[in-house]
């Protein structure tokens, strides 16, 4: 068996790394990758204003649609790793192009990422496995859904099948409300991502992620995490791309993500086998507790932002030989993921009027950050002509620290953010408030 102990790591070509996306995500997976020293730099493509401030990173500018030009600077660059960050690119195939081309990637084939990319497919491939999720029906008519929407006694989420950035989900009130999103989303609104509504049981409980590090045939799991998904305070308002995050979620005691293991990720992984699908990336598995049990609420292709960001920091240097095993089919079946013995959490600061219209462009200003196990990782950032930073999109920076508990971290977490100045910033002031003890005293 091929030996994977540090002294043959030194045999492992890992000096250039290139991370697509432009994302807090891909900018908390460089500052992971370049912690090793084997790793002498690691470029972004697009990335954003935030990327260059982190040891080592370089941005590049490359139109990755334009396949030529892509192979010419991966190969101009010596380019030992892909790490494919978005789940639009893995959709399109470019996991699967590179490898062809020869290239180490981490991130599944295109049929690996239908995992994400259909959420009907996904509903039959958990069917097919007996994988414990929500109950559904697939339609492709206004009249189908109507018909199942009347006959229906349960209250059900409407979805489109496609990918949506986030937005084809509605957790409608009443069957008016059901029947107007299966119309919209049917009539055009998400494109073809909505030739194919899916309806499903509404289920109840809190949500978890879970991410696993697949090489095709062995997985090795990340600390879970928990995610804000709501964009006010007490987890109300509308759904978001996620406001925060704390790892790991002490909901999952140890007995617990064994069942969801036996019940759920073991599972997943044999069907792709079965399946003869190759996946070599992380499988995210968004679940809900309920009281019957875990259920899958969605599969993922790619890490979760912000959840990212926040486990990020709790890894120690090998993660990217991870990656890199990963990638090669290499992983050992007793692979340990080395973590710190902290606990981290995550806030993010948006521009006003996210998840909707928001303006960007605005000057940000940072005072005095105690970088003491505290990170801000930009989600979306540019500079101006001068040099300013200036906001450039809806979530605009990531602020993460890790301590020994909850309560220190998100302490210096929102200490840090009082130092961040744009206009129109806003933050939901109690992320993390199911593990923070000192939470309810103060508020
Ligand atoms: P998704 O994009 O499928 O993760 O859905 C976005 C959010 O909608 C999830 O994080 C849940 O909060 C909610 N959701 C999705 N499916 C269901 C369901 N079957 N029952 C209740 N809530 C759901
Ligand atoms: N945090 C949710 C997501 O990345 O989809």
């Known amino acids: ?161 496609g990918l949506a950035s986030g937005k084809g989900v509605f957790i409608p009130n009443s069957k008016d409300e059901c029947f107007e999103a299966a119309e919209s989303i049917l009539n055009g609104r998400f494109g073809n991502s909505g030739n194919i509504v899916v309806l499903e049981e509404k289920i109840q409980g809190p949500e978890v992620s879970v991410f696993a590090l697949c090489d095709g045939k062995r997985y090795t799991l990340l600390p879970t995490a928990q995610d804000h998904k709501r964009l006010k305070e007490k987890d109300k308002g509308p759904n978001t791309g996620g406001m925060g995050a704390y790892s790991p979620a002490p909901l999952l005691t140890e007995d617990y993500l064994n069942r969801i293991i036996k019940e759920i990720i073991e599972p997943t992984i044999s069907e792709l086998n079965k399946r003869n699908i190759d996946y ?75 998840p909707f219209e928001y303006e960007t462009g605005f000057q940000i200003n940072i005072g005095k950050i105690d970088s003491n196990d505290c990170q801000i990782f930009d989600s979306g950032t540019s500079f101006s002509e001068n040099g300013e930073l200036l906001t450039n999109g809806g979530r605009v920076l990531s602020v993460v620290c890790q301590d020994k508990d909850f309560d220190l971290v998100f302490e210096k977490a929102y200490k840090n953010l009082k130092e961040i100045h744009f206009e129109g910033i806003y933050f939901r002031n109690d992320i993390g408030y199911q593990v923070r003890k000192n939470f309810s005293k103060e508020n």
């Not at 809900?288 to 960001?309: A, H, L």
């Not at 240097?317 to 090669?328: I, P, R, S």
């Open 280 to 354: 070599r990336g992380v499988i995210y598995f968004g679940l809900m507790i309920t009281e019957s049990g875990p259920k899958v609420i969605e599969y993922n292709c790619r890490f979760g932002d912000p959840e990212c960001q926040t486990i990020m920091p709790l890894l120690d240097q090998n993660f990217v030989f991870l990656l890199e095993k990963c990638a090669m089919g290499n992983l050992t079946s007793d692979e340990k993921i080395y973590t710190s013995d902290k606990v981290s959490g995550c806030v993010i600061a948006t521009s006003k009027g996210y």
């Open 1 to 161: 068996m091929e030996s994977h102990s540090p002294s043959s790591k030194s045999f492992i070509r890992l000096e250039n790394i290139f991370i697509i996306g432009n994302g807090g995500r891909e900018n908390s997976l460089a500052w992971a990758i370049q912690k090793n020293e084997l790793v002498k730099k690691v470029y972004l493509t697009p990335g954003n204003a935030g990327s260059e401030r982190i040891n080592k990173c370089e941005r590049i500018k490359i139109d990755i649609n334009n396949k030529n030009e892509l192979v010419e600077k991966l190969n101009f660059f010596k380019i030992d790793l892909v790490v494919i960050g978005p789940e639009i690119p893995l959709a399109n195939g470019l996991a699967d192009f590179l490898r062809k081309k020869k290239f180490k990637v981490f991130g599944p084939n295109k049929d690996g990422a239908k995992l994400e990319f259909s959420k009907s497919w996904a509903k039959e491939f958990m069917q097919d496995a007996n994988i414990p999720t929500a109950n559904f029906w697939k339609v492709d008519s206004l009249e189908e859904a109507k018909k199942i929407i009347n006959s229906s006694s349960i209250p059900m989420v409407v979805k489109a099948d």
